[in-house]
């Protein structure tokens, strides 16, 4: 079974400047996370998707940040201007439902500079 | 607000030794516990979960129990190797609620 993948694994950008992330979930899983983990820090989340519609996004500093989960599977993160605390690893994890166990891409190290 | 604390924040353990990390939750009403390993640089893999119905979980080496009452769980590593120097994360959630995570315990199995 294909775990969850991401893309690009690192992105370094200068501040002001636009980046954008690609998640796709294990198929089936009808739950998608994004997360934001700061270095020293657990993984914090930014936005929950139950098929393509939010279920909590409450933590996402929406004048900034956007995702998208169109037809329900794959997903895109963006970053629309990057400022410098942007720095930190996008982690995205998916899940059968919401009380089920989530299971986690490899990541996006962005830079920020 | 539900907050997870892991203690230590770092341990270093010759091989072959066995270990216990720990974790702790502010809110007792929670639906899930998770433990995760983040190699570095890596996304995370996750260990073992424990439904709030369960006391404890075990896969190979890795055993993980859980006191709701008590807001605690730990996870018992037997006959550390070198190769399970990681970040050990523990998450709760609560019914449909996010994972709330500690800020993990960086283990170094030394040889």
């Known amino acids: 079974e294909a775990g969850v993948a991401q893309s690009p694994r690192y992105k370094i950008i200068e501040k002001r400047q636009s980046v954008a992330f690609w998640c796709n979930p294990i198929?089936?899983?009808?739950?998608l996370y994004w997360y934001q983990q700061i270095l020293g820090q657990g993984p914090k989340l930014l936005i929950q998707?139950?098929?393509?519609?939010?279920?909590?996004d409450s933590q996402l500093p929406k004048d900034r940040f956007s995702a998208e989960r169109l037809k329900g599977v794959d997903s895109t993160l963006k970053i629309q201007p990057a400022k410098l605390e942007d720095s930190a690893v996008y982690l995205c994890a998916s899940s059968l439902g919401q009380q089920n166990e989530q299971f986690f891409g490899p990541g996006t190290r962005l830079t920020v500079l | 607000k539900q907050e997870v604390t892991q203690i230590p924040a770092a341990l270093s353990v010759p091989e072959g030794e066995n270990l216990v990390l720990n974790c702790s939750f502010t809110?007792?009403?929670?639906?899930?516990l998770q433990w995760f390993r983040q190699d570095p640089g890596k996304g995370l893999t996750s260990l073992l979960l424990?439904?709030?119905?369960?006391r404890e979980q075990t896969s190979g080496r890795l055993n993980a129990s859980l006191d709701k009452s008590s807001g605690r769980s730990t996870l018992y590593i037997a006959a550390s190797q070198p190769g399970d120097s990681a970040t050990y994360l523990c998450?709760?959630?609560?019914?449909?609620?996010?994972?709330?995570f500690g800020k993990g315990t960086r283990l170094s199995v030394i040889a």
């Open positions: 809110d007792s009403a929670i639906y899930n």
């Open positions: 998707f139950q098929n393509n519609g939010v279920v909590d």
């Open positions: 424990i439904q709030s119905s369960q």
């Open positions: 198929s089936g899983h009808a739950t």
């Open positions: 998450a709760v959630n609560k019914g449909n609620t996010p994972l709330v």
